[in-house]
């Protein structure tokens, strides 16, 4: 369809912290159209699965010029819409959402969801709502919903009014689910404040709970959740990214509570979930470094994501606290028979290898090569040895340490 030249009759300019499809459903709505497919067709805007992901993701000023002119927009304001992409060049899976970088696989405009008694308040979609931490309203202190309580499907794009499902139930007069306690509000909160924005007049001097994760950047805030979330479920994928691809809003909200969880009490809870994990992980026999009780056989991905997935300087406080987990209650105890390596150390104990050294001591290896030379660190070698990262270094060593 081409509609060079043509207008929309009735014309509106987007609402501040109104989502790109909210505005085209809104405009879609006004017009008497189905949906804002066909807005987007119109604008010369390929679309195969209603309005969705594409289009947020649109930061091409060239690529939005029919759509604008049928909005009766300036091209920059309707990319005022649009997730635009950071400036650095170290950035390209993120994308802008309210000024943050943030993981793209967070941002899910293609999954829809909706708070009914904000929709009641004010008729249109809050961009807000498109970030995958904010499974609540504050505002209400409700769960958002995803799924259409008339039809029970997951709510789409592909309908003609703001607040009407495809199958003509009003979300705006579903029954107010239960309130939430204030724990469970607060991650989404604090994106609402990250973000510059307001809830409610109360909501306007909140404070943060003592807890870390609120020191984090909004970028920080979702990779530090969605990496416990997904060790929490044995994930492979340490970025967590798909947890946000697939679960349904009310299962993101279980979970991201449960992360949520393990920073509380900081650092008692985070230690009963390393606690927890070191046992899944000796159970599930993911044993490396030849059976001997390392941090790597014991802790498994999560050891190796603190320095890896979290390695910025933001996650100072999760190493930090890692270290003196296992200074303090790591047992270093494995459930496999004991390895031809452990056998050959002169006596039981528990040891690390020197890569795991570097990391905790957060030193280099020069640092490290001084430290053994200086008899601040002892080093057990075992008979047979066969490459030099079996270099074991006795923890208690690191314990005692200033
Ligand atoms: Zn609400
Ligand atoms: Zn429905």
């Not at 790109?20 to 390929?46: C, E, H, P």
């Not at 405009?109 to 308040?121: F, I, N, S």
């Not at 599930?284 to 994501?305: C, D, M, Q």
């Not at 050294?357 to 030379?373: D, F, K, N």
């Amino acid at each position: 369809m081409t509609t060079v030249g043509m207008h929309l009759l009735r014309r509106e300019t987007p609402l501040g912290g109104e989502s790109f499809g909210g505005y085209l459903t809104r405009m879609a709505q006004k017009n008497g159209y189905d949906s804002a497919v066909w807005l987007l067709s119109a604008g010369g805007i390929r679309c195969k699965h209603g309005v969705s992901t594409n289009i947020s993701f649109c930061d091409s000023a060239a690529g939005l010029v029919g759509l604008a002119s049928l909005l009766g927009l300036d091209v920059s304001e309707l990319l005022t819409l649009s997730y635009p992409r950071p400036t650095s060049k170290d950035a390209r899976t993120d994308y802008t959402f309210f000024g943050h970088r943030v993981q793209q696989y967070v941002l899910r405009p293609d999954r829809p969801k909706v708070c009914p008694a904000c929709l009641g308040e004010a008729a249109h979609s809050r961009r807000i709502w498109e970030c995958s931490l904010v499974t609540t309203c504050p505002r209400h202190g409700r769960l958002l919903i995803d799924h259409c309580p008339g039809c029970s499907r997951r709510i789409s794009w592909l309908r003609g009014k703001v607040c009407v499902c495809g199958c003509g139930y009003d979300w705006r007069e579903a029954a107010p689910a239960m309130p939430l306690p204030d724990k469970e509000l607060a991650l989404t909160k604090y994106v609402h404040q990250l973000c510059g924005v307001k809830t409610a007049g109360e909501e306007a001097n909140w404070q943060p709970p003592s807890n870390p994760l609120f020191t984090l950047s909004l970028r920080g805030l979702v990779s530090a959740v969605t990496f416990i979330a997904s060790q929490s479920r044995g994930i492979s994928c340490s970025t967590g990214r798909y947890i946000t691809s697939t679960a349904r809003n009310d299962s993101l909200h279980e979970t991201f509570s449960r992360a949520y969880r393990v920073f509380e009490d900081w650092p008692v809870r985070y230690h009963e979930f390393l606690g927890q994990h070191q046992a899944c992980a000796g159970k599930g026999g993911k044993l490396r470094s030849g059976g001997h009780p390392s941090l790597g056989a014991s802790f498994g991905r999560i050891y190796s994501g603190l320095y890896t997935t979290l390695e910025a300087p933001e996650f100072d406080f999760m190493r930090a606290g890692f270290a003196s987990y296992v200074f303090t209650q790591w047992t270093g105890q494995t459930t496999t028979p004991r390895s031809p390596v452990e056998h050959s150390l002169p006596h039981p104990g528990k040891y690390i290898t020197g890569t795991e050294t570097r990391h905790l001591l957060e030193v280099s290896g020069y640092h490290l090569a001084y430290l053994i030379e200086t008899g601040q660190l002892r080093v057990v070698t075992p008979r047979k040895k066969r490459s030099r990262s079996l270099n074991l270094i006795e923890v208690n060593d690191l314990v005692s340490r200033p």
